[in-house]
C-alpha cells in the first residue's frame, strides 16, 4: 500500500520533444505529490508538487496531470532541452501519521538528445 | 527559497573509523529531518527520521547503533557512520521539512568511500 510505481525506467527524447514520465500509487491516504529532479552526485531537486484537490499543475515547462479516480499522476516535460536530461522521481507523502515521510518511486532516468 | 546544506560533500576513512556528516537547513527552521541512502541507479532509502530534540526514529533494518542520528537544534542534524565498513560505502543524503507547506528539501548529498 505504500508503494508508488514509477515507469518508464529510462526515457530518450528528442530535444523539442515531450517528456512523460508516470506513477501510480494504492494508498489513498496520499495527499501531496511532488516530482524531484536528481543530476548525478547531486541531492534530489523539488521540481513542482500537487496536492489531490487540482487535476493539473503547471510550473514553465513542467506540468504535472493528476487522476484522483484512477490513483495516477504523471510529469509532463514540454519542449524538452538536453540540460534536462537527469532522473526524476515522482513521490506521494501520507496525511496520517506524525512523521510524513515521502515514499519514492523507482526513477526515471530521462536523456534528451540534441 | 529553501536551502538545505550538507557537509562533508565528499569523505574518504578507513574501515573501522567513524566518520560524521552534518546537516543544516540554512534559511528555515525544520522540525523534522530524514536520512536517506543511495546506491547508484537506485531510488532514495529512508534510513531514519529526526524530530529536534528527541531520539530518532529508524526503518526497519538500519542499525541505530551503526548509523547514530542527532538532531540537536531546528537548523541541524547529524549522521554519524560508527566504524565503518566498505559496504557503508554510499551516497547519503539528508532532507529537511520546511514550514508550511511542509515542502521537503534535500541536501546535496555526501559520497562517503570506506577502504
Known amino acids: 500500500q505504500q508503494q508508488v510505481k514509477q515507469s518508464p525506467q529510462s526515457l530518450i527524447v528528442q530535444k523539442g520533444g515531450i517528456s512523460i514520465i508516470n506513477c501510480a500509487y494504492e494508498n489513498t491516504a496520499f495527499d501531496y505529490f511532488p516530482w524531484y529532479q536528481q543530476f548525478p552526485g547531486k541531492g534530489p531537486a523539488l521540481l513542482i508538487a500537487?496536492?489531490?484537490?487540482?487535476s493539473e499543475k503547471k510550473e514553465g515547462r513542467f506540468t504535472i496531470s493528476f487522476n484522483k479516480s484512477a490513483k495516477q499522476f504523471s510529469l509532463h516535460i514540454m519542449d524538452s532541452q538536453p540540460g534536462d536530461s537527469a532522473t526524476y522521481f515522482c513521490a506521494a507523502r501520507s496525511r496520517l501519521g506524525s512523521a510524513r515521510q515521502l515514499t519514492f518511486g523507482s526513477g526515471t532516468q530521462l536523456t534528451v538528445l540534441p | 527559497g529553501a536551502v538545505v546544506s550538507q557537509h562533508p560533500s565528499r569523505v574518504i576513512c578507513k574501515s573501522g573509523t567513524s566518520v560524521k556528516i552534518e546537516c543544516r537547513s540554512l534559511d528555515f527552521q525544520a522540525t523534522t529531518m530524514f536520512w536517506y541512502r543511495q546506491f547508484p541507479k537506485q531510488s532514495l532509502m529512508l534510513m531514519a527520521t529526526?524530530?529536534?530534540?528527541?531520539?530518532?526514529?529508524?526503518e526497519q533494518g538500519v542499525e541505530k547503533d551503526k548509523f547514530l542520528i542527532n538532531h540537536a537544534s531546528l537548523t541541524l542534524s547529524t549522521l554519524t557512520v560508527t566504524s565503518a565498513h566498505p559496504e557503508d560505502s554510499s551516497f547519503y543524503i539528508c532532507?529537511?521539512?520546511?514550514?508550511?507547506?511542509?515542502?521537503?528539501?534535500f541536501g546535496p548529498g555526501t559520497r562517503l568511500t570506506v577502504t
Open positions: 532532507s529537511a521539512r520546511g514550514p508550511a507547506p511542509h515542502e521537503q528539501y
Open positions: 500537487i496536492r489531490p484537490d487540482v
Open positions: 529526526s524530530n529536534e530534540g528527541s531520539k530518532a526514529t529508524y
